[in-house]
């Protein structure tokens, strides 16, 4: 009887058993779990005023047919500084300037263009009827630079379209300038 008793325990042994196996039940069923309305809270309607109506004034006896009436057109002014006429075209290289060989062209070049620095890598990898060009960093039209060649005495930057980003010229030992077609300076140096 006495090995009954050890495999069957007491009444307050049991009672706290089912005690401890309550608790138990009671945490996993906490209110922790249950789903959190994370809706924000309805908005306030804005103040919403009164619309009145008015009638226009009649046309102005000049009529639509009186250029004076109208300011210019845009881009048919040419002395108003404002408007533009299209890309400016970068200026032709100095007539004294030395001619550009694409030997001397191909490799790493720092480039200060409009006043921000970057570097650009010239190879001998033909794009199209180019070659390939990539740059590191540059700001402006500088950042679009994707082809180049030699067009004589002037180095000829091009976008992957092939449109003409920049023209530069030698104007000194491993220096060139130019600009580019929006008109911002852009010079290469090593």
């Known amino acids: 009887m006495a090995s009954e008793m050890a495999l069957f325990p007491t009444i307050p ?6 005690a401890c ?15 959190v309305d994370t809706r924000p809270a309805p908005l306030t309607p804005a103040p919403s005023g009164t619309v009145t109506s008015n009638q226009l004034p009649p046309p102005s006896p000049a009529g639509p047919t009186d250029p004076s009436a109208f300011p ?14 299209g890309p400016a075209v970068p ?16 490799g790493a070049w720092k480039v200060n263009a409009g006043g921000g620095g970057c570097q650009m890598m010239l190879s001998l990898t033909k794009q199209a009827s180019d070659f390939r060009a990539a740059s590191l ?7 679009n630079v994707a082809a180049w060649n030699v067009a004589g005495k002037q180095v000829v930057l091009k976008d992957n379209t092939g449109n003409v980003v920049a023209r530069l010229y030698s104007s000194g ?5 130019g600009q580019t077609a929006g008109g911002t300076p852009i010079s290469f140096s090593r």
């Not at 196996?21 to 789903?35: E, H, P, Q």
């Not at 845009?74 to 006429?85: F, I, K, L, N, R």
């Not at 960093?137 to 950042?143: E, F, I, K, N, Y």
């Open 137 to 143: 960093r540059c700001p402006g039209d500088a950042a």
């Open 72 to 85: 210019p057109a845009p881009g048919t002014s040419t002395t108003d500084p404002q408007v533009a006429a």
């Open 91 to 106: 200026p032709a290289a100095p007539a004294n300037a030395p001619d550009v060989t694409k030997e001397a062209m191909v």
């Open 173 to 177: 030992a491993e220096k060139y300038d």
């Open 21 to 35: 196996a309550a608790l138990a039940i009671a945490g996993c069923s906490t209110s922790r779990f249950d789903t």
């Open 13 to 18: 042994t049991r009672g706290l058993l089912i």
